[in-house]
């Protein structure tokens, strides 16, 4: 007999593992990888890039500027700008929203304190007549179309999202291929238990095949349980072979008396000079040795009936 590697539950269970970790991983590089090639394709912008169009606002245009000529035009759309009066008590203009606004006021006051999410930076720049405005922008990668960041979560969530779904898929692939693998191991064991208890012939039963060192164990116990019943099925058949020959061979034998006792009571009972009495006991001889051989012919007829087990040659 062939012998094959076996590779134990534990190592399937490790093997498991690894593979999970290692896709994970691979997951993981592809997951960086696409975030550069969507900046390197243009569909993202770098994280500095705000940053950079708000200095170049600050050194370039807005020392230029009064509050009348000022143009939110010349601006970048990922610059958020404010603009106070002299004194810096009133907002003459602003683009952006409630939640921003608020963050610009305080940080305009002096009041640092930490929030959830983005941190915003800013910038300051003094208009020639006196106006200041300030810049608000986030260190991090948007989208390059302006339509994407209105109905668009921001790039980071939605590349975090990108990521959680691949670890899952990824984890969910592994998950099933090790279970499917585990799921045939189990399939074998399974059909070999079932046609044991089938009681079918030995031979024609295949407990070979599984690759994990436990199952292909506990296919050889069950084996060895299958030839175990089949021997006590193969003694259990040869003694009630043997008993059947007995009956047979015993109402064989008790055949030829019974048969000599009710000739020689039909005998006697031709004879016209015998009491009542005599007639009354030949009659029960008679009707005895009937039930007698009834019985006989039944019990040969029962016995003779094929046995349930099969014989194994």
């Known amino acids: 007999m062939e012998k094959r590697k076996l590779i134990s539950l534990r190592a399937v269970l490790l093997g498991y593992l690894v593979q999970t970790a290692v ?31 708000s200095n170049e606002a600050v050194q370039n245009i807005l020392p230029y500027r009064t509050a009348k000529t000022f143009d939110p ?3 970048d759309p990922l610059c958020r700008y404010v603009l106070f009066d002299a004194e810096g008590n009133t907002v003459l203009a602003t683009n952006m929203d409630r939640s921003h606004l608020q963050k610009a006021m305080r940080e305009w006051a002096g009041d640092l304190r930490w929030e959830i999410g983005y941190e915003q930076y800013y910038l300051r720049a003094r208009l020639q007549d006196g106006t200041v405005c300030l810049l608000q922008f986030d260190y991090a990668v948007p989208y390059a179309d302006p339509t ?8 980071q969530t939605m590349h975090l ?17 090790s279970g499917a693998f585990l799921r045939r191991e189990t399939a074998r064991l399974t059909e070999a238990s079932r046609q044991v208890a089938e009681k079918r012939g030995i031979e024609d039963i295949d407990f070979t095949g599984a ?8 296919l050889r116990a ?12 193969q003694a259990q058949w040869e003694m009630e072979h043997r008993q ?7 109402s064989h034998k008790l055949k030829t008396p019974l048969t000599v006792i009710q000739g020689n009571a039909e005998l006697l009972a031709e004879d016209e000079g015998m009491t009542g009495e005599q007639k009354a006991q030949l009659d029960a001889i008679l009707r005895s040795t ?19 087990y099969k014989r194994r040659t």
């Open 23 to 53: 896709s994970c991983i691979v997951a993981a590089v592809l997951w960086f990888l696409l975030f550069f090639l969507c900046i390197d394709s243009g569909w993202l912008l770098p994280a500095n890039r705000a940053a950079r169009v």
């Open 161 to 177: 999202i990108l990521g959680i779904f691949l670890l899952v898929g990824v984890v969910a692939w592994s998950t099933h291929r």
């Open 244 to 250: 059947r020959e007995s009956i047979i061979q015993l």
């Open 73 to 75: 035009a010349e601006l």
């Open 222 to 233: 069950l084996q060895l349980m299958g030839e175990e019943l089949t021997d006590s099925l």
């Open 211 to 218: 690759k994990v060192r436990e199952y292909d164990e506990a």
């Open 148 to 155: 994407l960041r209105d109905i668009l979560p921001d790039v």
């Open 290 to 308: 009937g039930e007698t051989r009834n019985y006989l012919t039944r019990i040969r007829a029962e016995v003779q009936t094929p046995l349930k």
